[in-house]
């Protein structure tokens, strides 16, 4: 047996010599005389991003075209094709995944993926780290929602205080970084005004950001 992903599992079927089949890895039901009391169901994948997403770049001379050439790649049509040569799993609504690997998509029924605080992403993580180690006190055997809740209380706040002190250190320095490749493209002109003109706009929103955090970290 693997544990493979859908990015992987055409290749691998295609180039084994014997045959191959997918699965989902079996779990427990909530009716399991052992496991059950600790089971909701298969859990929905709602929540999964994509990959290979498009874009257009802001600058682009040509959006028209680009924005009608991104219609068409993703138009039902194309969807079809690019499943049916790839073996990915198609994201796209109402196109039929190859048959190999329709145990691939995404299930969304079911309750959620378990949770996350919105601030896992930040820079010092000691926000998500205080949540996490504090969860016991929320789904433990003798867990409540006041314990976590009272835990919660006492070290998050200057937790993210922490977190929120690196982002602002974090956008400060790359405005800073980008001080000598405004200066570089206001000198040279020309043919560069329009990447200095981007190149401004984001600086200034960098440094809006980090303005608005350090409001916010006022005593």
Do not use: C
């Not at 600058?59 to 039902?76: C, E, G, M, Q, V």
């Not at 969304?108 to 926000?127: K, M, W």
């Amino acid at each position: 047996m693997m544990t493979i992903g859908s990015f992987a599992a055409s290749t691998t079927i295609q180039e084994a010599p014997f045959e191959i089949g997918v699965f989902r890895l079996p779990l427990p039901s909530p009716d399991d005389p052992r496991y059950g009391r600790h089971v909701l169901g298969l859990a929905s994948e709602a929540s999964r991003g994509l990959e290979g997403t498009t874009g257009l770049a802001r600058a682009s001379p040509n959006k028209a075209k680009a924005i009608d050439f991104l219609h068409f790649l993703t138009s039902h049509a194309q969807a079809q094709k690019f499943t049916a040569n790839s073996g990915f799993v198609p994201a796209v609504v109402q196109v039929e995944p190859d048959p190999l690997i329709a145990e691939f998509v995404a299930h969304v029924d079911g309750p959620p993926d378990g949770f996350r605080p919105d601030f896992a992403e930040l820079t010092n993580r000691a926000s998500n780290r205080d949540f996490t180690n504090l969860l016991h006190e929320l789904v433990g055997p003798e867990g409540s929602l006041e314990s976590f809740v009272r835990g919660l209380e006492q070290t998050l706040p200057r937790a993210l205080r922490q977190d929120l002190q690196a982002e602002v250190r974090s956008l400060q320095r790359s405005a800073q970084r980008a001080d000598s490749v405004i200066g570089a493209l206001a000198v040279a002109g020309g043919e560069d005004a329009t990447d200095l003109h981007l190149q401004l706009e984001n600086q200034l929103q960098q440094e809006t950001e980090s303005l608005q955090s350090l409001w916010v970290l006022r005593p």
